[in-house]
């Protein structure tokens, strides 16, 4: 069935919490985000409650991905928090639930978020794909990112760091 309404980012809210929590309570849509643990609902509400504090503070964020009225995933930037990589870097990422994999929905909203970037002057952004994460790493090529390092997590896994970049 087609689409009724495009795609639409916005800033998450509390409910999102839920949205988030359901769609990615899956081992298969977390097997290449961090050690691909699967968080429980109190996670992602504090997790929701930071990205409305970064875009409070920013005016960026992971943003709540809509479509035709339905949370479908998040897709934006925020700075990169692990004590490993690209610290001060700026990530940008997306996620989807498994039921809305393979529509092109990531790389849609991942160049709606690298406009916003844009306009909000960010300079740089990076992608950090596991190597296995094929779809993944499509989507940061298509967005026309390139090649910056290849890092090793904590965890022994190996990390592609992408890089675009924005500004003169």
Do not use: K
Not at 115 to 127: D, E, K, M, T
Request: aromatic share 8%.
């Amino acid at each position: 069935m087609p689409e009724r309404t495009g795609p639409l980012l916005r800033v998450p809210l509390d409910e999102d919490a839920v949205a988030w929590h359901r769609l990615f309570d899956d081992p298969e849509v977390m097997r290449y985000i961090g050690t691909g643990l699967v968080r429980d609902l109190p996670w992602y509400e504090a997790f929701v409650g930071r990205q409305q504090q970064l875009a409070r503070d920013s005016g960026l964020c992971l943003f709540s991905l809509v479509v035709d009225s339905e949370v479908v995933g998040f897709a934006g930037v925020q700075p990169w928090g692990a004590d490993w990589g690209p610290t001060g870097e700026l990530e940008i990422g997306w996620r989807l639930g498994r039921a809305h994999w393979g529509r092109g929905r990531a790389t849609t909203a991942a160049r709606a978020v690298v406009q916003r970037a844009r306009s909000a002057g960010v300079p740089h952004l990076v992608a950090l794909v596991h190597e296995a994460n094929a779809p993944s790493l499509a989507v940061a090529h298509r967005l026309g990112m390139a090649p910056e390092d290849l890092l090793v997590s904590p965890e022994g896994l190996r990390v592609h760091q992408l890089g675009l970049r924005l500004g003169s």
